[in-house]
């Protein structure tokens, strides 16, 4: 079990001992300081998880980062576009297959599932199936690092979203689930897919919990109150929110009341 690798600003060169994050420059609202590329490894073998968008830049600066190594696989945590949009470039650069959930973002015949354990070098990589950000959310276990890849469905700052292709109660039973395995594994740091390093996994989840069942009793009181539209509701319970973020809560409100049986 090793420490964390404290950054001195911004989640750039964050991480633990053998996972290293090199932010994309795909700085937004949504994707708060840019997409986190990991780098997992010691020694001549690596995984990368999440090359981000494609960036020429970006995927340039991680495949020179990686210098003589070996890449063994690109894995995805999903396949929203800032985490997938350059894993056909990143696989061109360095020959290496990328490995998802969803076959339509593989390349090569190898895709991934709850269970599997992946290899750099001596270090084994665990995949933990966590749906409801997106159907084909993964995160991914580092038992040496005592550290949990958490690609969306976890974030360093603020709280995820449902998307179009997500789905809440699935989202909820995931976070039950990760929060079971951090407890069980005795998890230290969770590695997100946007934002900083999180040093309190079980705290962590348990926030990420707890917002959830505030904003549903939230939003059943607005509804029960009249605001019977989803933008009306995001103007009653995310009147806190930055505007730019509304589209992102009217999607989040007609997933809750649909969860609620309200829609
Ligand atoms: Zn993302």
Known sequence: MSGLRIPLEGPDGAGTAHALN?????????????????????????LVVD?????????????????????????????HHDHSGGARTFAGLVGAPVRALDPRH????????????????????????????????LCFWLPEDGAVLT?????????????PDGHLAEY?????????????VGAQ???????????????????????????LDQIRRA?????????????AVYADVDRSLWPAAEMSVRAQLDYLGLA
């Open 172 to 184: 909820l039973r995931s976070l039950d689930r990760l929060r079971a395995v951090v407890e069980r």
């Open 106 to 137: 593989r390349l090569g015949d190898e895709g991934l599932e709850d269970g599997d354990v992946l290899r750099a070098g001596d270090l084994e990589l665990h995949v933990v199936a966590t749906p409801g950000h997106s159907f084909d959310s």
């Open 22 to 46: 090199l932010l994309a420059p795909n700085p937004s609202p949504m994707t708060l300081d840019g997409t986190n590329t990991w780098v997992i490894g010691r020694g001549e073998e690596v």
């Open 223 to 235: 509804y029960e109150g009249g605001a019977v539209t989803p933008r009306r509701i995001v103007e």
């Open 51 to 79: 090359p981000g968008p494609d960036d020429p830049g970006h995927l340039a600066r991680v495949a020179g980062h990686l210098r003589e190594r070996r890449v063994a696989a690109i894995l995805l945590t999903h396949g």
């Open 151 to 163: 690609g969306d469905t976890v974030l360093g700052r603020g709280t995820t979203v449902i998307a």
């Open 189 to 215: 740091a969770l590695l997100p897919g946007h934002g900083p390093v999180l040093p309190d996994p079980v705290g962590a989840l348990d926030g990420y919990i707890a917002h959830r069942r505030r904003r």
